[in-house]
């Protein structure tokens, strides 16, 4: 999704990814900062108002309700995300908020819209509808997905035109395995694409331990090819 000011653009659903992952941020810098705080059903010890850092940006809350609505104050524009309930399960999302969002973000979202791609994620398996107003992200699927973005941006910029197929998959040891196809001998400068997309996407998930890059000479025709579980590109001829 694109950001221009006041214009009604299509919502994504890596645009909810996104809104999901700002807003666990959020909640564990919060108890991390509140460690004492304990009632979080109606937050009768929580502060009604004060600051937290995430990464280098400035944010300020306000406790209403049964909720904590977060606004960035630093760097502009503010963004606001407001966990009007259930304040210890940062992965519920709902229209208010994702609309609320939106909104902070200069994007006239229409609720309806919204709505629809919440529904294509509970069919896709990334949500699961809690009630007819909430959905709960569902972990394994979605950091398979987000995984997934990870690695196609941070190919942009690192694709050789011998590369004919990468597939990568995750190992029970925390690894990321990277398998590249490729159609001729690569000079160590082409090589170095691969380590560099696969050092990118080790940069963006804490949990890998580390990454491995294998080549493999293949002409064969493109679904003769051997592939790890995940297929992030191919190229077809």
Same mark, same amino acid.
């Given at each position: 999704?694109?950001? &221009?000011?006041?214009?009604?653009?299509?919502?994504?659903?890596?645009?909810?990814?996104?809104?999901?992952?700002?807003?666990?941020?959020?909640?564990?810098?919060?108890?991390?900062?509140?460690?004492?705080?304990?009632?979080?059903?109606?937050?009768?010890?929580?502060?009604?108002?004060?600051?937290?850092?995430?990464?280098?940006?400035?944010?300020?809350?306000?406790?209403?309700?049964?909720?904590?609505?977060?606004?960035?104050?630093?760097?502009?524009?503010?963004?606001?995300?407001?966990?009007?309930?259930?304040?210890?399960?940062?992965?519920?999302?709902?229209?208010?908020?994702?609309?609320?969002?939106?909104?902070?973000?200069?994007?006239?979202?229409?609720?309806?819209?919204?709505?629809?791609v919440?529904?294509?994620?509970?069919?896709?398996?990334?949500?699961?509808?809690i009630?007819?107003?909430?959905?709960?992200?569902?972990?394994?699927?979605?950091?398979?997905f987000?995984?997934m973005?990870?690695?196609? &941006?941070?190919?942009?910029?690192?694709?050789?035109?011998?590369?004919?197929?990468?597939?990568?998959?995750?190992?029970?040891?925390?690894?990321?395995e990277?398998?590249?196809?490729?159609?001729?001998?690569?000079?160590?400068?082409?090589k170095?694409?691969?380590?560099?997309?696969?050092?990118?996407?080790?940069?963006?998930?804490?949990?890998?331990?580390?990454?491995?890059?294998?080549?493999?000479?293949?002409?064969?025709?493109?679904?003769?090819?051997?592939?790890?579980?995940?297929?992030?590109?191919?190229?077809?001829?």
């Open positions: 999704m694109k950001k &221009r000011k006041n214009m009604t653009l299509r919502i994504e659903s890596k645009d909810i990814i996104n809104f999901i992952t700002l807003q666990k941020d959020l909640v564990n810098a919060f108890f991390k900062t509140y460690p004492t705080v304990k009632d979080v059903t109606w937050l009768l010890d929580f502060p009604k108002r004060g600051n937290i850092k995430l990464g280098h940006d400035s944010w300020k809350f306000i406790k209403h309700g049964k909720g904590v609505m977060f606004l960035r104050e630093t760097p502009k524009p503010e963004i606001v995300i407001d966990v009007h309930t259930n304040i210890d399960n940062p992965k519920l999302v709902d229209v208010w908020r994702l609309s609320t969002y939106f909104s902070s973000e200069f994007f006239e979202a229409d609720d309806n819209e919204i709505k629809q919440l529904s294509e994620m509970v069919s896709a398996g990334f949500l699961r509808e009630s007819e107003s909430q959905y709960e992200q569902v972990i394994e699927k979605m950091n398979n987000q995984l973005v990870s690695v196609q &941006r941070s190919m942009l910029f690192n694709i050789s035109p011998k590369f004919r197929m990468i597939s990568f998959e995750i190992n029970q040891d925390n690894v990321l990277v398998l590249v196809i490729i159609s001729e001998g690569l000079v160590e400068e082409e170095d694409l691969a380590y560099s997309f696969s050092g990118e996407v080790e940069g963006d998930y804490p949990e890998i331990e580390s990454s491995h890059v294998s080549f493999l000479l293949d002409t064969r025709e493109i679904d003769l090819l051997p592939r790890l579980k995940f297929l992030a590109f191919s190229l077809y001829k």
